[in-house]
């Protein structure tokens, strides 16, 4: 299983869920490594943009900048040292989180159920950008889906981020809920023509702003939040940004 690489080992930690329908939430987050996306504004863009890739980054505008080395960025691990790892915090709300997770459905099938194992009550998100439909199995074992859909301010061509039918289907599951992430009020046109064609329900839409720091949040924040008012939508705010700013593993 290939995850994201944070020091020695895996990029596998004990924080609150920072966005989205349960932030708040006390949880073990595990980060899978390489996206099949490369958005301009990725937060977490050490999972993808390895050197020597073409990718456009907004932080190759930064001096001094440079992608990380895919050797570098990736650890290896077993399942079962994964699971082991996950219990070691005693916590059984567990985000897998990427890059985008559902590349290594399979392992993460074998993962849920080897820590289900216990008998105890386990409960599982996933985050995905809505471009792959999960098998029956993934669906029966994951109890919650955090869709984010990708819109033209990602700077992905829509023939590789705009899957109508693997959204619909994931609406279908019951189990999922649809964060867009806005960064100007022109997004919003863009987010219900799509939240129309794939008949996602409004009461699972949240809108979120894009930000990598709290002065790029606090742009978007106030006003969107007024449109999520007015819509009848959720709005989220991105929480472990304002608490751990860009950090890593908390
Ligand atoms: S889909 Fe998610 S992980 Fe992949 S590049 Fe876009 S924001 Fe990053």
Avoid at 36 to 44: A, I, R
Avoid at 97 to 119: A, F, I, Q, S, Y
């Amino acid at each position: 299983m290939k995850l994201a690489r944070l020091g020695d080992g895996a990029e596998i930690f004990h924080t609150v869920q920072g966005e989205g329908v349960s932030v708040g939430v006390p949880a073990v987050f595990v980060r899978l490594s390489l996206c099949n996306l490369h958005c301009v504004w990725c937060d977490t863009d050490h999972t993808w943009n390895f050197a020597g890739t073409p990718w456009k980054h907004e932080k190759d505008a930064v001096p001094g900048y440079a992608k990380v080395r895919k050797e570098d960025a990736i650890i290896e691990m077993d399942v079962a040292e994964v699971a082991g790892e996950v219990r070691k915090f005693g916590c059984r709300h567990v985000v897998l989180t990427g890059g985008e997770p559902l590349l290594h459905e399979k392992e993460l099938v074998e993962l849920m159920e080897e820590l289900r194992g216990d008998g105890a009550d386990w409960f599982f998100e996933i985050e995905t950008n809505g471009t792959r439909m999960p098998g029956a199995e993934a669906v029966g074992a994951i109890d919650r889906f955090n869709v984010s859909p990708k819109l033209s301010n990602s700077g992905v061509d829509s023939g590789l981020r705009k899957k109508t039918d693997v959204v619909r289907g994931l609406a279908g599951t019951g189990k999922a809920w649809f964060k867009f992430v806005v960064e100007k009020d022109g997004d919003l046109e863009e987010i219900f023509e799509m939240v129309g064609e794939a008949g996602i329900p409004k009461g699972r839409v949240i809108l979120m702003p894009e930000g990598r720091n709290v002065g790029e949040i606090d742009k978007v924040a106030p006003w969107l939040a007024e449109r999520c008012r007015d819509f009848g939508v959720r709005f989220s705010d991105r929480l472990h940004v304002r608490l751990w700013g860009d950090r890593r593993g908390v």
